[in-house]
Nanobody, 126 residues
């Protein structure tokens, strides 16, 4: 079965940290570009971060720059999103998406992705 599984969400206090994981099964992430997206209640889905197929370029939304870090571990077939200094406005369902092939992160929010994870809830609240 070909699927992406997003995990690692939870409830955290402002200023706290979480690490989200996006694990693939049934296919390899070696030749895929990965995007992380989020959707808060009543808001449109927005792009959060991206890592290119080769891993040599990344992209971050302005709202998370300096706080979030995306990385990939091809040996574990997993991409991570380390989220530090979390704020209440980071509260959302976070989704990962994968597009097979050699792609950069330029325009990643407009890509037509081949796979989507099921989403993991992140709640930042005191």
């Amino acid at each position: 079965q070909l699927q992406l599984v997003a995990s690692g969400g939870g409830l955290v206090q402002p200023g706290g940290s979480l690490r989200l994981s996006c694990a693939a099964s049934g296919f390899t992430l070696d030749y895929t570009v990965i995007g992380w997206f989020r959707q808060a209640p009543g808001k449109e889905r927005e792009g959060v971060s991206c890592i290119s197929s080769t891993g040599d370029s990344t992209n971050y939304a302005d709202s998370v720059k300096g706080r979030f870090t995306i990385s990939r571990d091809n040996a574990k077939n997993t991409v991570y999103l380390q989220m530090n200094s979390l704020k209440p406005e980071d509260t959302a369902i976070y989704y990962c998406a994968a597009k097979e092939g050699y792609f950069t992160c330029s325009g990643y929010v407009r890509y037509s992705y081949d796979y989507w994870g099921q989403g993991t809830q992140v709640t930042v609240s005191s």
